[in-house]
Every structure is written in C-alpha cells, then in structure tokens.
C-alpha cells in the first residue's frame, strides 16, 4: 500500500517533521512499499526529493491548512489514496476530520494538545503512558510508546555501549541554531572551571558564536569545536557522557546507550526532558531561557562522570528503552506490510 506523507521543512518549522518522516520513508522503501511526499512549499519537497521519493508539491502557505482541504480532498480521490500520514503542528480539528473522512488518517502526536479524528494515532515520547489514548481514542489504531521512535536505520541494532569506567569524553549539542548562546556560555564556564574531561562542542549551522568558539578551543586542549555533522551516531557512540536538548536527540542517544544530561530550549521539549528524568535515565538540568545555572551543570557532569556503576546502569536502561527499529515498526503498520 502506498504512503502518502504530508509535512513540511522549512526556517520556522524547523526540519524535525520532515526527518522523522524520512526514516519512516526510508523504511516502507526498504519494505518494497512507494511513499510520496505532500508539501505546501517547493522548498519543503527538495529534501525528500533528493532522496528519491515522489514529491507533490501544493503551492499554498504552509500555515492554511484549512486552505488547503479542497486540494487535498481532491487529491485523495485522483490518486486513490489509502493511507496518509500528516505531521504537522498547524493542523485542524476541521482539518483532520475531513481528510479522515476521505481515506485513513495517521497523525503524529507528540503534543497532546487535544482529541484528533484519525484513524492512526502516534505518540512515541517516553511520555505517551501519561494520557489515557484508550478512552481519548477507543477507534484508532494506537501507536504509543517509545517502540515507534522514527529514528533513521543508521541506530537499529546499535549494540551494547562499551562503558568506560572512566569518564573522559563530553559530547554538548545544541540543535541547528543556538539563540542563547548556550555553548558559548558553557564553553566559557568550563575554560574557567578545570576539570579532568575533554569537551567536544557541535555547532550547528546557524550558530553565530562559531568563531567566539574556536577562539575559545584555541585557548584550552579540553575544548574542541566540530561544525555540523551529516548524523550524530559516531559522536554519541565515542561519548561517555552528553549534554542535550529535550528533543529527538534524547531518543538517539538512548539508542546508542551514551548517559547524560538534558536541558530546554523550547516549550515542546520539556515533555521529553521530565519524562527521562522521571525514570532516572536523563537528568534534566533547567530551562536555558530562564535563570539557568551553568554551575548546576558542571556539578552534575563531574558527579555523572565519576560515578561508573550509574553510568554502566543508565547506558543499559537506555538501550532497553529506544532500540532503533520505530521508524521500521511505523512503516510496516502505515504501509500495511506488516499487521
């Protein structure tokens, strides 16, 4: 059966949608299965594109979903669309309900902002088990829970960490952009503040502090500054520890079993920053927008990192948590390749 995936990529939506539907893609193509790619915009589609899928391409502001019901519904019915997969956060319940109506709907729901008229509903986040999807959605098909993490196949079968009973590397991420300037305020800390471990920094494309950084790196042998990387399965497997935002990231590197630390950048990560402190996985150190303490982190590192039998049961619960095949779980089920 044939997957149709509507989502977008773009600066204000960032890329997370677009890749997490790409490791689903990814999949069902492995599968034998034919995924086509819905966007609003000709630079959501390139992407997809590049990749080898079909890409369909709307021309309608990506924000007026609603705009677009009368395309999609006529689209749904020239193609014969059985099955479409929508993540979006800018859709509707009128939305949803009329695309619903016209071929079966799957919605990733990562939010839970409200009840959706799906016919399949995801939630992967380690904190999918707080709501109650059986009362909220008593007809959809529940996909929920940390088994259907869409990563990309490069973290299925990852293998059990080799945890180093000394902890000598840090890994510190912060996503494509860094608007408050959090590794430069770390790095400059850490400069001030010795300690026995090497930093290794990734800054993002859109980072504005990468020249501060490498000055900062030329300054002391326990820093190094690395540009943007194609993915971070190396980096977090050569870790001993990581420093990262609430977001998918969190999934990866439970995949790969590196310990760490989390912090937020964003309202939509703090779900997935409190769920794995909750369990005792990935400590969660505060909000970097607010009255974040640098102090708190750096304490947390050295007692994180000096304690390797916590380290050796984190890196195991971790793994037992995300075990990388989500992505592959998704496809089979949407595509209808696997029951």
Not at 115 to 123: A, T, V
Not at 160 to 175: D, N, P, T
């Amino acid at each position: 059966m044939k997957l149709y995936i509507r989502t977008e990529a773009n600066a204000i939506t960032a890329g997370g949608h677009m890749m997490r539907c790409l490791a689903i893609a990814a999949e069902a193509k492995r599968l034998g299965e034919d995924c086509v790619f819905i966007t609003a915009e000709e630079g959501s589609a390139k992407l997809p594109a590049a990749r080898g899928f079909e890409t369909i391409v709307l021309n309608r502001d990506f924000k007026d979903l609603d705009g677009e019901i009368p395309y999609m519904k006529e689209l749904i019915r020239s193609r014969g669309i059985e099955r479409l997969l929508i993540d979006s956060y800018y859709v509707t319940p009128s939305y949803m309900s009329s695309l619903n109506k016209e071929c079966a709907v799957a919605y990733i729901d990562d939010l839970h902002e409200r009840i959706w008229d799906c016919s399949f509903i995801i939630n992967y986040s380690v904190y999918a088990a707080d709501y109650d999807y059986e009362k909220e959605y008593p007809q959809a098909v529940k996909l929920l829970g940390c088994d259907y993490v869409p990563l990309r196949s490069i973290y299925r079968g990852a293998g059990r960490k080799a945890v180093r009973e000394k902890a000598e590397k840090i890994l510190v991420l912060s996503g494509a952009a860094d608007p408050e300037h959090f590794l430069l305020k770390l790095a400059e800390y850490i400069k001030a503040k010795p300690d026995t471990f090497g930093y290794t920094l990734i800054a993002g494309r859109f980072n504005e502090d990468r020249e501060k950084l490498e000055g900062l790196a030329a300054e002391t042998e326990r820093l190094r500054i690395l540009g943007p990387q194609p993915d971070l399965k190396e980096a977090l497997s050569e870790a001993d520890m990581v420093v990262c935002a609430g977001g998918v990231t969190m999934y990866e590197t439970a995949a790969v079993g590196t310990p760490g630390i989390s912090y937020i950048s964003a309202d939509n990560q703090l779900g997935n920053a409190k769920g794995f402190d909750r369990l005792g996985l990935i400590a969660f150190s505060g909000d970097i927008r607010k009255d974040y303490s640098y102090k708190a982190l750096h304490e947390e590192i050295v007692s994180l990192g000096g304690d390797f039998e916590r380290r050796k049961r984190i890196s195991e619960a971790l793994q037992r948590l995300a075990d990388g095949r989500g992505a592959e779980r998704l496809a089979g089920i949407l595509t209808g390749a696997e029951s």
